[in-house]
């Protein structure tokens, strides 16, 4: 891995959370996850959780208006390497931070079935506090932070059938992007998060 600027594109579900966090700790990255950010700006009921609880409640991605100019300002904070989870979602979020950059990001994309996806959203639970990705029977609390462990509001079938579709529509064009510019690396997303996380690290 010689980037040091990189981002995880993949459907709902397919891993980002576990496995960008994972090696954005082991590689001393700067890590955002732009759907952990939103959930807690809901949460605490800022301006920015105003604007996107609409577009999160229905499953549906949040305009590029107001995420580009966010993410953009975390990047420009940046002083070493970073790594992205969620973001860029769409060709136009690409683009954007490709012109802010002189060392192009490069992507790793995880690649899981949607029968895979739709039993892993089935079960899926993630900290208030802290965000970590948690699996139910794992008990009550986060093993990080003893947080609460909830389920996503959006993940209730309805919204995540939406996020999958919404995924297909927006995020595969931006994945060609990548592809076309020779900066992709489609990763299998089947397995444990050790056997993945093994292919993540190549
Ligand atoms: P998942 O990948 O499981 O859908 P995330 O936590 O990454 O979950 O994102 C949850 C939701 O937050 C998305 O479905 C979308 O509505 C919103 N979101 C996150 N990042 C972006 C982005 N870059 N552009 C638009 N919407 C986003």
Redo the contacts with the bound molecule.
């Keep these: 891995m010689s980037s040091r600027h990189l981002v995880f594109l993949g459907p709902?579900?397919s891993g980002?959370?576990t496995q960008g966090r994972r090696l954005a700790k082991d590689l001393n990255l700067a890590y955002l996850?732009?759907?952990?950010l939103?959930r807690r700006a809901l949460r605490d009921g800022t301006e920015l959780g105003r604007k996107a609880r609409p577009?999160?409640e229905r499953?549906?991605?949040?305009p590029d208006e107001i995420?580009v100019p966010m993410v953009l300002e975390w990047v420009g904070e940046q002083s070493d390497g970073w790594l992205l989870?969620?973001?860029?979602?769409?060709v136009p979020?690409a683009e954007a931070l490709d012109s802010l950059l002189e060392v192009k990001p490069a992507a790793i994309i995880l690649h899981v079935p949607d029968d895979e996806l739709r039993r892993r959203v089935a079960c899926r639970l993630e900290c208030v506090e802290c965000h970590r990705v948690a699996r139910e029977g794992e008990g009550a609390q986060c093993p990080e932070c003893q947080g609460d462990l909830e389920p996503r509001a959006?993940d209730a079938s309805a919204s995540f059938e939406n996020?999958l579709a919404e995924y297909r529509r927006l995020v595969i064009p931006a994945v060609s992007y990548y592809c076309d510019h020779q900066r992709a690396r489609i990763v299998n997303g089947m397995g444990s998060p050790d056997e993945v996380y093994a292919r993540v690290k190549g």
């Design positions: 709902p579900a980002k959370g996850s732009t759907g952990a939103l577009f999160l499953g549906e991605y949040v995420m989870d969620g973001f860029p979602r769409t979020q959006d996020r």
